[in-house]
């Protein structure tokens, strides 16, 4: 059979072309890549899928940088079901904001792009000393984001123009202060109220579940009363800080070290100056100007003169209401406290040197240098600990870059065990048992958000496999594998009775308490006494005085022609509160009106900006494919 088909493979082969080509004509090399990779399709905007692997990626991605905004933030929040469908909204409006920028054709210019590069305070802290970008660091920290320079302000630009779409609507939204006020006075109205709280605890002595009902609550609730699923591990953490502890410097290196760097390990010099300023604005007329320039050349000479009175001048003189009454002083400072020009000049002067007029955006300056204070130089075995932690950490920083992409492939091509990777680098094999998928403080590596999802993984659980190599911190790597697999279970009645009989009686007594504030509502609608209610409060929405958002709801909604008038709770496993509101009373005079009515107006700007974003999702005709969680 096969020498058959090695000896027409020409023909088979022509055969094969007929049934290929006409597939490539058809769908292309793309539509075979993507009909399997892209999986399908979530949302659709303007015509264009959007599918649930970008859904994923979009969805990683805000994990991670919530995760590194917030660490405290519980896990369960980002990977529940609400937090998903958020990200795949603002997917969506992504989308459609791109879609009306194409069709608008708006667009950022790079004298705009430039401007908000400049604003950003992340690329501000980049600068040297000298007021130019450190191209190293930018492209350092645009590849974090997984972006080159060109990607990362391809991004700002398209970010920039996206906002164009509903800032030409935001940015001419208004709120007259009249409209204003009477929306705010109808929101911040008060309420006097008497509230009367029937709480579910006080009835559980009334409740004694027997036996049989205990054993009936357990079957029909079995979900509230399981063990989680749980995994032992074992695992490998490659650590640069671990690498520093073990390593031994050599004494030549030491002071080499030490001889390069003195200056810097002592500290930076400050200088004390004192100046004259006379304000010239930089967008001022030439004419002005030149005014201010030439009274700025009249005290240059005058304090040339008589350097002595350079004080009094300043304080008679200089409009810099900060250092003025001090005679001009503006004590100590270092490098890249004052503007460029101001700064260049003061260090290069001379003790009691006073300058040429310098130029800056304030205006122009008489500088005069008044002292200089040098640091003091330290010895070597002053400078010994802090070179060494520096060196230690130089060299670990260099081994572990030098180790981690070996320790990467160990694991990987070897995901078998953790033995290899141990033995190669010199690392102690951990172990953990009883880990759930819920990140425990405090339990370092194993704490790990992305480490215990890989190690969740059906490739994990199922096949005992290594996970990759993870970072788990800055400057450290760790690679896991599960041992031992416990699925999640159903505990048995006799380790949870106590837990069933505590629930089964607190619902019990949250349903008497309803069944009774019930039965008193009624009662005092009729008429009953209401001497046993408690004394009245006054609450808003703005000072609820401690009245939970319930009652606080149920008094606000009440109809206030009718008064008084009454309401009633449900609390929920708390129990049950009846609301009596027996006056409606205006806003209390607010202290700050005018803050109000600019906060009602951006209340109202977004709204507006909100509804011309609905027209836009008609306009492209967007739909989302998945259902919208339930709260």
Not at 343 to 361: A, M, P, Q, Y
């Amino acid at each position: 059979m096969f020498d058959s088909i090695r000896n027409h493979k020409k023909y088979l082969m022509g055969f094969l072309l007929i049934l290929i080509i006409p597939s490539f004509v058809l769908f292309g090399v793309q539509g075979f890549t993507d009909f399997n990779q892209r999986g399908e399709a979530v949302a659709t905007v303007d015509g264009h899928d959007i599918r649930k692997s970008e859904w994923d990626e979009a969805h990683r991605n805000e994990a991670q940088r919530l995760r590194e905004q917030m660490p405290n933030l519980d896990a369960k929040l980002l990977d529940s079901d609400a937090a998903r469908y958020a990200t795949l909204e603002r997917l969506v409006r992504d989308r459609v904001l791109a879609a009306a920028v194409q069709k608008d054709h708006l667009y950022t210019s790079d004298q705009r792009l430039a401007r908000a590069l400049q604003e950003d305070p992340g690329i501000a802290a980049l600068r040297k000393p000298d007021g130019s970008l450190d191209v190293e660091r930018y492209a350092q920290m645009v590849a974090r984001q997984g972006l080159t320079p060109e990607g990362f302000e391809a991004r700002i630009r398209s970010d920039l123009s996206m906002r164009q779409v509903l800032g030409g609507v935001q940015g001419t939204g208004f709120a007259p202060s009249a409209v204003a006020q009477v929306s705010l006075n109808a929101f911040f109205e008060r309420r006097e109220v008497r509230v009367l709280t029937l709480a579910a605890k006080d009835f559980a002595a009334k409740v004694a579940p027997t036996d049989a009902e205990i054993e009936q609550f357990y079957k029909d609730n079995q979900a509230l009363f399981q063990a989680p699923e749980q995994i032992d591990v074992e695992y490998l953490v490659l650590d640069a800080a671990e690498i520093a502890k073990g390593l031994t410097l050599n004494e030549e290196d030491l002071r080499a070290y030490y001889k390069e760097n003195v200056a810097k390990l002592s500290g930076d010099e400050e200088r004390r100056a004192s100046h004259i300023l006379l304000n010239a604005a930089a967008g001022a007329p030439a004419e002005e100007r030149e005014k201010v320039k030439a009274k700025a050349q009249a005290l240059l000479a005058q304090v040339r003169k008589a350097p002595e009175t350079f004080a009094a001048v300043a304080k008679a003189n200089s409009q810099d209401a900060g250092s003025a009454a001090k005679g001009g002083d503006l004590e100590f400072f270092g490098r890249g406290a004052m503007v460029k020009p101001f700064e260049d000049v003061v260090f290069s002067l001379k003790k009691g040197e006073i300058s040429d007029l310098v130029e800056t955006e304030f205006g122009y300056h008489i500088i005069q240098l008044t002292d200089i204070k040098a640091p003091k130089q330290k010895t070597f075995e002053e400078m010994r600990p802090q070179i060494e932690a520096d060196l230690k950490k130089q060299q670990a920083q260099k081994r572990f870059a030098e180790s981690a992409d070996g320790f990467g492939n160990t694991v990987y091509e070897q995901a078998e065990s953790l033995k290899p990777a141990a033995d190669q680098f010199k690392l102690e094999i951990k172990t953990a048992k009883g880990l759930t998928r819920q990140p425990v403080p405090g339990s370092g590596v194993l704490a790990n958000e992305r480490l215990l999802s890989a190690l969740f993984a059906p490739d994990s659980v199922q096949n005992k496999r290594n996970t990759e190599a993870i970072e788990t911190a800055s400057g450290q790597l760790t690679a896991a594998r599960v041992v031992n697999h416990a699925p999640a279970r159903t505990l048995p009645l006799a380790e949870v009775r106590d837990s069933v009989r505590a629930r089964l009686i607190a619902q019990r007594s949250a349903q008497m308490a309803k069944e009774e504030g019930a039965r008193k509502l009624e009662a005092l609608k009729s008429g009953s006494d209401t001497t046993a209610l408690p004394a009245s409060v006054v609450v808003s929405r703005d000072n609820p005085q401690g009245v939970s958002g319930q009652v606080l709801r149920a008094a606000l909604s009440t109809d206030p022609k009718q008064l008084p008038s009454w309401a009633g709770v449900d609390l929920g496993e708390q129990g049950y509160a009846i609301v009596k509101v027996e006056k409606v009373l205006p806003r209390a005079t607010p202290s700050a009106q005018n803050q109000e009515v600019q906060q009602y107006a951006q209340w109202w700007n977004a709204a507006e900006a909100q509804a011309h974003y609905e027209l836009l999702k008609q306009r492209f005709k967007v739909k989302i494919l998945v259902p919208e969680p339930k709260q």
